[in-house]
T-cell receptor, first 111, second 116 residues
Framework: DQQVKQNSPSLSVQEGRISILNCDYT??????FLWYKKYPAEGPTFLIS?????DKNEDGRFTVFLNKSAKHLSLHIVPSQPGDSAVYFC??????????FGPGTRLSVLP | KAGVTQTPRYLIKTRGQQVTLSCSPI?????VSWYQQTPGQGLQFLFE???????NKGNFPGRFSGRQFSNSRSEMNVSTLELGDSALYLC???????????????FGPGTRLLVL
């Protein structure tokens, strides 16, 4: 049973436009969420996090939104750049738990 | 500050052999977690060590084991390798638990294992 889902395996966006990556979770005990970016042949790189006491967190071009009632979070990248092309993973954890990762979404930013 | 390092980066083994992978965490980090990534799969959690003790374990067979040393370096061992063990093995380190929650994990580049 997948506790963290990323239902879009891939997404293509034009350079300069907004990229929106979605993530859903089923475990109501999750209260801390992370987004990672992964290039081929490299380990995942931490991007941004959010805890359940907030519904939004911004860091430069990256913003994460959390909707606890819907058990849904999203990562917005504005404006998208070709260097953002990568696989994006969301991860969730709760008290005493290790992180559970989603299957990833491959983002392609077209020039 | 140096990042998480993993050795070796690439490895080719045959079925039935065993393998040991090594991970050196970020200085000051005491938690080390191991993950397996296969094509089409997300990161599957193997186990987490903190202060030389296994604190959490994922749903993998006993052929997968690990340990952590007093300097927080960690090793992962897979015995009796199977073709399905071919994967990217990732190590991640973090400071540990804060208010009962695992702090953000930082990943190494991974070890790509191919079992023939």
């Amino acid at each position: 049973d997948q506790q963290v889902k990323q239902n879009s395996p891939s997404l293509s966006v034009q350079e300069g436009r907004i990229s929106i990556l979605n993530c859903d979770y089923t475990n109501s005990m999750f209260d801390y969420f992370l987004w990672y970016k992964k290039y081929p042949a490299e380990g995942p790189t931490f991007l941004i996090s959010i805890s359940s006491i907030k519904d939004k967190n911004e860091d430069g071009r990256f913003t994460v939104f959390l909707n606890k009632s819907a058990k849904h979070l999203s990562l917005h990248i504005v404006p998208s750049q070709p260097g953002d092309s990568a696989v994006y993973f969301c991860a969730a954890s709760g008290e005493g738990q290790n992180f559970v990762f989603g299957p990833g979404t491959r983002l392609s930013v077209l020039p | 500050k140096a990042g998480v390092t993993q050795t070796p980066r690439y490895l080719i083994k045959t079925r039935g052999q065993q393998v040991t992978l090594s991970c050196s965490p970020i200085s000051g980090h005491r938690s080390v977690s191991w993950y397996q990534q296969t094509p089409g799969q997300g990161l599957q959690f193997l186990f987490e060590y903190f202060s030389e003790t296994q604190r959490n374990k994922g749903n993998f067979p006993g052929r997968f084991s690990g340990r952590q040393f007093s300097n927080s370096r960690s090793e992962m061992n897979v015995s009796t390798l199977e073709l399905g063990d071919s994967a990217l093995y990732l190590c991640a380190s973090s400071l540990g638990l804060v208010w009962g929650r695992l702090e953000t994990q930082y990943f190494g580049p991974g070890t790509r294992l191919l079992v023939l």
